[in-house]
């Protein structure tokens, strides 16, 4: 008989856990405590493996799509019925933590063990997924796997996208042994029936408040641009001020332009950055010729938004014009906020009472796999506290009664969608 999700024993084995999120943080691209796993590097590879084995081990068998994402299905009583998702990334940025995606991941394997052990018999199917390349590192663009999976980048926009040395998404992947078209990687509709996405909350919020959980009902929506800039370069001895074009002090005006637009927006939500600045040929002695940046902008609402980057690209249009450098200001992406879903919102919440953990519905500031997945399905993230609200650093924590209480939230809230 399956139990009714209320009246099941959920013991999450938090000792495991923790141990499968520090050996995870050990494969990485620098030494510990920093965590580097860039998209298809030899670290997210061996990242890759152990996620297949942590799959494993929860009793799961893994599967691939052609960009890598991997899928790990436990069938229900209904296979036909459309199954409910969780999962996150584990790629981490250079210099990040443990914590990032790898607690949606493993925690997600570990709710599913936890159910199964608990005796639960699943009617929808539970799926757990790793998305490839949540992070934008390596071509600049975030959210690449569920981005196809929800259709929401065209396979040729996808095909067109190179990294910093020119290679191609299809051949990195193809490296990686990620084979099949990427039209296949796209969802058929109605794949999921519901998408539940734990994570750490990577801001002060939930700590400040001493809340154990957040239920995310809006998650805010990312753009960004590069700018290329060409000026002249020259000796920086002989050529005098009067007559440079020097591209780097037109991107630094640029970049003051993002924070000025970001601050004075009206909008406490928006926020803007400029993560990447590099110059040619980057010498002491010589005149910037060239200006390479990436503009990072969000908010939870599009009108604050747009209106920051009207103002931004006039400062930047202003600026070149005054130092006689071309510009090309091109967008990398633009994507609208996420809605929570309201009643798989309802059933976290309530799970969240009956365990006795207070709940705060919340906005995610940062980006998720879920900005995609709700496109696709009914969508919520169950957030927990994370340090200082540290993130995107080695210093990024989260204590194990946290995640574990996530964990636990997550398999009830995935348990009652089940049924
Ligand atoms: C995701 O890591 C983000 O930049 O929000
Ligand atoms: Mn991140
Ligand atoms: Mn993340």
């Not at 036909?80 to 990334?89: D, E, F």
């Not at 099949?180 to 999921?192: C, H, I, K, M, N």
């Not at 071309?326 to 919102?345: C, H, L, S, W």
């Amino acid at each position: 008989m399956t139990p009714a999700s209320s009246d099941l024993k959920i013991e999450i084995d938090s000792a495991g856990l923790k141990r499968r999120i520090d050996e995870l943080a050990l494969i990485s691209e620098a030494p510990a405590p920093v965590v580097t796993r860039v998209l298809f590097s030899e670290a997210d590879l061996r990242g890759r493996q152990y996620v297949r084995e942590a799959a494993l081990s929860a009793g799961l068998t893994p599967r691939e799509d052609a960009v890598g994402n991997i899928f790990a299905r436990w069938v229900g009583s209904e296979p036909g019925l459309a199954a409910v998702g969780s999962g996150s990334h584990t790629d981490a940025i250079p210099n990040a933590g443990r914590y990032d995606g790898v607690v949606g991941v493993l925690g997600a394997f570990e709710a599913l063990a936890a159910l199964k052990r608990a005796g639960f018999r699943p009617r929808r199917s539970l799926e757990v997924v790793m998305f490839t390349a949540e992070e934008p590192t390596r071509f600049g663009l975030g959210c690449l796997g569920s981005r196809l999976m929800a259709g929401s980048i065209s396979v040729e926009k996808a095909q067109a996208l190179r990294d910093r040395e020119g290679r191609s998404l299809d051949e990195l992947r193809l490296a990686a042994g990620c084979t099949g078209s990427l039209e296949s990687v796209r969802l058929p509709g109605g794949y999921y029936h519901s998408f539940v996405e734990l994570h750490i909350e990577q801001g002060p919020i939930l700590e400040q408040r001493k809340m154990p959980i957040g239920i995310v009902e809006r998650i805010a929506g990312p753009s960004s641009y590069r700018v290329t800039l060409q000026g002249e370069g020259g000796h920086a001895g002989a050529v005098l001020m009067p007559v440079r074009h020097d591209a780097m002090l037109a991107g630094a005006e640029i970049a003051l332009a993002v924070e000025r637009a970001a601050r004075s927006s009206g909008s406490p939500d928006t926020v803007g950055t400029v993560g990447v600045f590099r110059i040619e040929p980057g010498a002491v002695n010589s005149v910037p010729f060239k200006a390479y940046l990436e503009i990072d902008l969000r908010d939870a609402h599009l009108d604050s938004r747009s209106k920051a980057l009207a103002e931004i690209r006039s400062a930047a249009e202003d600026a070149c014009a005054r130092r006689g450098v071309t510009m090309d200001f091109e967008e990398i992406n633009a994507d609208p906020p996420a809605v929570g879903d309201q009643k798989t919102i309802e059933i976290a919440e309530r799970v969240c009472a009956e365990l006795g953990l207070r709940s705060l519905r919340m906005v995610s500031r940062a980006y998720h796999d879920s900005l995609f997945m709700a496109r696709v399905s009914p969508t919520t993230m169950i957030f927990i506290p994370c340090l200082n609200g540290w993130s995107h650093r080695p210093e990024e924590f989260a204590t194990i009664e946290h995640i574990a209480s996530g964990a636990a939230v997550l398999a009830h809230t995935m348990a009652r969608l089940a049924v």
